[in-house]
């Protein structure tokens, strides 16, 4: 059974850094682009960036030069290294492949408050 496992949430105050991963149980080589999504309290998932195969990426207007996505196809794992949280980037934060995404993990909290 394909598993996305989210971690390395939690709270931190603003201006703060956090590092999330992403461990999938295929074979990220045969994944050209993988996502980083998040979902606040209360509104829909937003897609927040995303990386090829290739390293080429892409990220949500709201998050661009603070967040920065990554990919380790050995390890099977996609990060997102977070820098200068805002209060606004509280929510679940998760990760999938954009084409054709996988069950949905349980995705990981991130909370910025004072």
């Known amino acids: 059974q394909v598993r996305l496992v989210e971690s390395g949430g939690g709270l931190v105050q603003p201006g703060g850094s956090l590092r999330l991963s992403c461990a999938a149980s295929?074979?990220?080589?045969?994944?050209?682009?993988m996502a980083w999504y998040r979902q606040a309290p209360g509104k829909e998932r937003e897609l927040v960036a995303t990386i090829t195969n290739g390293g080429s990426t892409n990220y949500a207007n709201s998050v661009k030069g603070r967040f920065t996505i990554s990919r380790n196809n050995a390890k099977n794992t996609v990060y997102l290294q977070m820098n200068s949280l805002k209060p606004e980037d509280t929510a679940v934060y998760y990760c999938?492949?954009?084409?054709?995404?996988?069950?949905w993990g349980k995705g990981t909290l991130v909370t910025v408050s004072s």
């Open positions: 999938n492949a954009v084409m054709y995404p996988m069950q």
């Open positions: 295929v074979n990220l080589f045969s994944i050209n682009d």
